[in-house]
């Protein structure tokens, strides 16, 4: 019998739970998401689709597996960091158990927004390291990474609120790499947005200073950021200084992109393809 593609969705890792929880989550709307998608070709094919079982699990120890209406689409989940095998062992792993269920190709969607040395040079070397112990036993298949997807740009912009006294100021990790930043600078030139960094200049702080001075009414802070975290709740608390600081202006906070059933829709189209 003849299966699709299995999906695998790559995150950075954190020893933080909350964004290995979220990660989890959204692999179950993406699974959601192709079991939709895959149902609807198949009867359009056919008058009848027979039942098949879709699959969801984490990485976590003592995988969790998550049964949902019938379907045909596997989607798991990995880690570049925090995780007791490097990625390219969790990669195997996983593969050696698709193979004994049919699967020969394994679409790896890698869930970073920025084009830093996680996913120029650790993702695919990894997934190398793992091509080259399995073979030409199943196929590995790198898709573009999240942030570059233009869907996604689209759905940032819906947050922001266009008005001649709002600013609005993009906040993203930062690269160091030449060009790292490209997707962000676009993002905000979209969103009409001033842009902050946390790991590299400009920060925050000062590039509301700056805004400042053009006497909004209410700046809108928008962390470039997949799930709440370490870094969310850094940025958080940042916002609330400068609200004290800045006692005029209206500081709104938006959430990281988290796990929506609009996100799951752009990756699992992107695994599609």
Same mark, same amino acid.
């Given at each position: 019998?003849?299966?699709?593609?299995?999906? /695998?969705?790559? $995150?950075?890792?954190?020893?933080?739970?909350? @964004?290995?929880?979220? *990660?989890? &989550?959204?692999? %179950?709307?993406?699974?959601?998401?192709?079991?939709?998608?895959?149902?609807?070709?198949?009867?359009?094919?056919?008058?009848?689709?027979?039942?098949?079982?879709?699959?969801?699990?984490?990485?976590?120890?003592?995988?969790?597996?998550?049964?949902?209406?019938?379907?045909?689409?596997?989607?798991?989940?990995?880690?570049?960091?925090?995780?007791?095998?490097?990625?390219?062992?969790?990669?195997?792993?996983?593969?050696?158990?698709?193979?004994?269920?049919?699967?020969?190709?394994?679409?790896?969607?890698?869930?970073?927004?920025?084009?830093?040395?996680?996913?120029?040079?650790?993702?695919?070397?990894?997934?190398?390291?793992?091509?080259?112990?399995?073979?030409?036993?199943?196929? /590995?298949?790198? $898709?573009?990474?999240?942030?570059?997807?233009? @869907?996604?740009?689209? *759905?940032? &912009?819906?947050? %922001?609120?266009?008005?001649?006294?709002?600013?609005?100021?993009?906040?993203?990790?930062?690269?160091?790499?030449?060009?790292?930043?490209?997707?962000?600078?676009?993002?905000?030139?979209?969103?009409?947005?001033?842009?902050?960094?946390?790991?590299?200049?400009?920060?925050?702080?000062?590039?509301?200073?700056?805004?400042?001075?053009?006497?909004?009414?209410?700046?809108?802070?928008?962390?470039?950021?997949?799930?709440?975290?370490?870094?969310?709740?850094?940025?958080?608390?940042?916002?609330?200084?400068?609200?004290?600081?800045?006692?005029?202006?209206?500081?709104?906070?938006?959430?990281?992109?988290?796990?929506?059933?609009?996100?799951?829709?752009?990756?699992?189209?992107?695994?599609?393809?």
């Amino acid at each position: 019998m003849s299966f699709p593609s299995a999906y /695998l969705l790559v $995150a950075h890792g954190s020893r933080d739970p909350r @964004p290995q929880i979220a *990660l989890e &989550r959204l692999a %179950y709307l993406v699974a959601d998401q192709l079991r939709d998608s895959v149902v609807f070709r198949g009867a359009c094919r056919q008058s009848s689709v027979l039942p098949a079982r879709v699959e969801y699990r984490g990485n976590a120890s003592g995988r969790i597996a998550l049964l949902s209406p019938p379907s045909t689409s596997i989607v798991r989940t990995a880690i570049l960091e925090c995780h007791p095998l490097p990625l390219h062992g969790q990669i195997i792993e996983m593969a050696e158990d698709l193979l004994a269920q049919g699967y020969k190709i394994l679409k790896i969607l890698p869930l970073f927004l920025l084009p830093g040395v996680h996913v120029q040079e650790d993702l695919p070397r990894e997934v190398a390291l793992a091509q080259r112990e399995l073979g030409n036993r199943m196929n /590995l298949e790198i $898709a573009p990474y999240l942030g570059s997807l233009a @869907p996604l740009l689209e *759905l940032i &912009r819906q947050q %922001y609120e266009f008005s001649e006294t709002t600013a609005r100021i993009l906040v993203a990790h930062g690269s160091r790499r030449p060009g790292g930043n490209s997707s962000v600078q676009a993002l905000a030139r979209i969103c009409e947005a001033e842009v902050a960094y946390s790991a590299i200049a400009p920060h925050l702080a000062s590039v509301v200073e700056q805004v400042s001075l053009r006497k909004p009414t209410t700046i809108q802070v928008i962390p470039y950021l997949l799930f709440t975290g370490g870094l969310s709740d850094a940025i958080a608390a940042e916002v609330k200084t400068l609200q004290k600081q800045y006692p005029t202006i209206q500081f709104c906070l938006a959430h990281p992109l988290g796990t929506n059933p609009a996100l799951a829709s752009i990756i699992a189209a992107q695994g599609e393809l």
